[in-house]
C-alpha cells in the first residue's frame, strides 16, 4: 500500500533540527484522500514536508478534492520528498498517478 508521509515544521529552519510539531501518514490510492487539518499556533504558513513512496498528485487548500488527471494538483515522484509552506488549518489531499 502506497503512503504520502506528512512532516509539519513551525518554521522552515527547524526542518535541519528535526523538530516537527505534526506528523502523518494518508494512504495514496485510486480516489483523492484528505490528511487531517494542519495544525500550530503563531505563525499561519507552515513548512511541510512530503514524502511519498509511490507516484501520486498533491494539493491542499481548506477542503481539498485532487482529481485522478492531476490538473488540480502537483504531480509528485516517488521516493522525491517535497518542501512546501502551506496555511494552517489546511488538509492535503493526495491520489495515486497512474
Known sequence: MATLFITVFSVAGSTALGDPIQEEAVTIGAGSLKSNVITG????RRTVRLFADADCFVTWDSDP???ADGSN???MGS???EYWDIEAG???AVIERV
Do not use: D, S, Y
Open 41 to 44: 499556533t503563531g505563525r499561519k
Open 65 to 67: 478534492t485532487v482529481l
Open 73 to 75: 494538483g502537483r504531480p
Open 79 to 81: 521516493e522525491n520528498p
Open 90 to 92: 489546511h488538509k492535503i
